[in-house]
């Protein structure tokens, strides 16, 4: 059960057991009499900030308070909104999150980020289809954000989790009490009533085939429906369970305040004060026009003087500021663009002047830095731009800027020699059993020397023996991509699929080792793992303990997708009645790769 716990300064102020928002919201009110500050005079920058730091420190309700306030102050600012979803998503109040997403995107539709909070709140609504439609369109805008990518292939893993178990319950739609009563094995089962109840059940919720999949007489009889000999099969009386589905509560979408009509705009009279302001900035604007002409010329300095005319015309053009930052950067002037373009930035949040011209002042002090080849600052005014406005442009440079960075960082520190030694202590500290600290010396040498095969195979064993084996299964393909001989990294590979049960894709491994291996020196470690497999798999197919194989079997999820679709029913049916068929059915990849799954889980038996 989720508990939040309100703290001020490490020390905690109360706390709420359970997701009742209002309890949260009554116990942050209680104590925000002192610790909230005056904020009248603060500007909508200021609580941003501090709204930010509050959600960092997890102090989620204070941080909405923040963020509430510069909304008040900037309306028009979709950071903010955004900010509060995400405030909001971590409280759990995934309804407040979704209405804040959809104001973030609805004032900044080529946001990327806005479509992230978005997804993030709808997957906590449940909606997972609406989830994964909101990933994807923040992903058109942005193919590389990982962010998006990631909770993509979450939302769309829920919502196949969610249809997974649909193709089986929909078996006893229809006249399913009919086909019982004429199958002399499962006829019987009708005299029973809490039978009768349980098909009913799953009649009119298919979905409930997932409560009821541990009695062995629905499971006899989801069989018999998909017509296949559970007797042939191996599958006489065994149960299959599966946890319940965690249910989600259903939050209603909040209704969409009513639009109020749009009132009559007041007419303006045009005073002398207006009518000067109007002069200075046409004359401005006629100067920065000449300066622009000028720069296209590439006739810089006349296009400097035109600029420094124009500003002293009107001091609130900001424009001229950004354009005269341009000249500057093409005359090599980095230390003098950045200083105007930080005059822009200043100036603009005093006038309160359009995102996008802050964005563009910004980007260009990072295009400044850059040249300067202080990557670090440049990577910092490029996310800075990009917070106010995102352009494809910006987000290339600043991609480019990390890449860059990371780049440098990496061969300043690159020392083959250091990498050697930090090895040789990982593989005393393996020797000892120490898995732990041997990861992190062969994590040393791989930062040293990242082209050697040795260092990452070495951390995969590490990572096998801590049962890490995703890890150990990337630093094994990370060592093959540098020596595709490499044949320690193929058996470790094949070590992984064995710890995984995974027995025929373990031989096959082992095999393509043996190939790789021309000089033969790891047979014996080769035919040991195979050996291994082999063992695995008699277990699995052995009648000792098949019922609790195949219970074990009807756990898995994807064994359920696999068994509930009806393409691979038919296939099934096919391969009973003709044995021969399997072998052209093996020919389909991706309809083997689904045979193999079964074959491990031995729901088919090989013998």
Known sequence: MPTFILFRNGNELGKVVGADIAQVEKLVAANLTVAYPDTAGWTAEQLKAAGNKEFSAGNHPVAVKYFTDAISKDPKNHVLYSNRSASYASMRNYTKALID???????????AKGYSRKGAALHGLGEYKEAVEAYKAGLAIEPTNALLTKGLEEAESRLEDSEGADGLGKLFGGDVFAKIAGNP??????????????IAEIQKNPKNINVYMQDPRIMNTMMALMGLDATAMGQDDFEASRP????????????????KAKEPEPMEVEDEETREKKEKRAASDKAKDAGNALYKKRAFTDALAKYNEAFELDETNVTVLTNKAAVLFEMAKYEECIKV??????KGRELRVDFKLIAKAFARMGNAYSKLNDHKNAIKFYEKSLSEHRTPDVLTKLRETEKLQKQLEKEAYRNPELADA???IGNELFKKHDYVEAVKHYTEAIKRNDAD???FSNRAACYIKLMALPEADKDC????KLDAGFVKAYIRKASILLAKRDYSKTMEMCNEAKEKDVEGKHTTEIEQVMLKAYQGLNEVQSGANREETLKRAMNDPEVQKIMGDPVMQSILQQMQEDPAAARDHMKNPQIAAKIRTLINAGIISTR
């Open 422 to 424: 930090a090895r040789e």
């Open 101 to 111: 997403a959809d104001e973030t995107v609805k004032i900044s539709p080529n946001w």
């Open 453 to 455: 095969p040795r260092n």
């Open 341 to 346: 373009c930080d005059d822009a930035v200043e």
């Open 244 to 259: 319940a589905e965690k249910e989600v509560e259903e939050v209603k979408s909040a209704p969409k305040p009513a639009t």
């Open 185 to 198: 094995k499962l006829s019987s089962f009708l005299a029973q009533p809490d039978y009768v109840t349980k």
């Open 477 to 480: 393909d990370e060592a093959i």
